[in-house]
């Protein structure tokens, strides 16, 4: 999208929600029962949600009642952004303020995980059960990529090198990470872990270099960049001797991780590593090596961080989301401002514009009970 397109979107949005005088403080206090995507013009000051659907008929739907996963924004265009939902499928927008479109080429159930090809903004892949699927039509139509023979195997995750977006791996729920050469066709093992996959992370800084982060927060770094063909990735299968694979989670054994890993951003603005538990979030400047914590202002047992997104251009902007509260700091964590939601489901995903770090999105669905 033109930069002048998005401003002309942002300007209506801006003068609504501040000659409506509302913000996140006030408008909670009625909060209702609202999932589907909100959106912030203004660095999370004041929310509106984004929830239209167009309709032929003239009266457009809605995708509030969706429970929102991810929301992945196209690295090519940051005006595109996708919605994987629970149950319902994956959606997009080409501009936010236009409404969202269901891609009625997959299957209408969870996404797992979601991932646009860096350089080709119409391969698109998305992990569904034990499949994984490839589109190279901007989501007109799909193929299976891979295609796990354990029906309760879940592909979990799925990322691709920036760099030779060819190169793509993906990981699944019983700790398999393998790796592709040839943009999905084929597939090789790379790494069997003891726990399911539940981020790969390239590094926008150097794409030799990727993190695989588990559900019970264990965190590992490899260089993808010896492997010039599927026959030499076997040379590097399990090895952690700290050459090809590095477990880093004696580095990370000093704080009290807990066991539900929920996030792993890498910033460029000063090659900085963040992650995050529902208890904890951590920072590391030499990839994963040493961390440092980020003081929040709960306690650790009553934090329950559900997602983070960080400033892509100044590491020191940190936005975190919970069940109840969008927690925001422009000072690297020494302080806090805090925001009930302004709905009563739980906040579930955030992203934020790359273009326009001013944008943030929020996505939300039902607290399980």
Known sequence: MKKTAKLLWLLPLVFVLAGCGVN?????STAVDVGGVFVSANKGDVWKSMSLTPSVIGTPGS???LDVNQLVIDPQDSGAVYMATDDNGLYYTYNVAKGWTQITALPTATINDFSVDPKNKCALYAAIGNKLYKSVDCGRSFGEAYFDNNPSVQVSAVAIDHYDSNQVYLGTSRGDVLKSLDGGQSWRSIQKL????RKILVSPEDSRVVFVATVKSGLYRFNSGIAKSLDELTEYKNKFDGSNWVDLNGELKEFDMGINFKGLVFVPADNSLFMATDKVLLKSLDNGQ????????????ETNINA????????KEIYYVTNTTFYKSIDAGNTWIAKQLVTSRAGSTLAIDFDNPNILYLGAKKIKK
């Open 290 to 301: 040493s961390w440092a914590k980020i003081k929040l202002v709960t306690p650790d047992n």
């Open 308 to 315: 983070i997104t960080i400033n892509p251009k100044d590491a």
């Open 63 to 65: 995708i509030s009642f």
């Open 24 to 28: 996140v403080q006030t408008k909670t």
């Open 194 to 197: 003891d726990d399911g996959i």
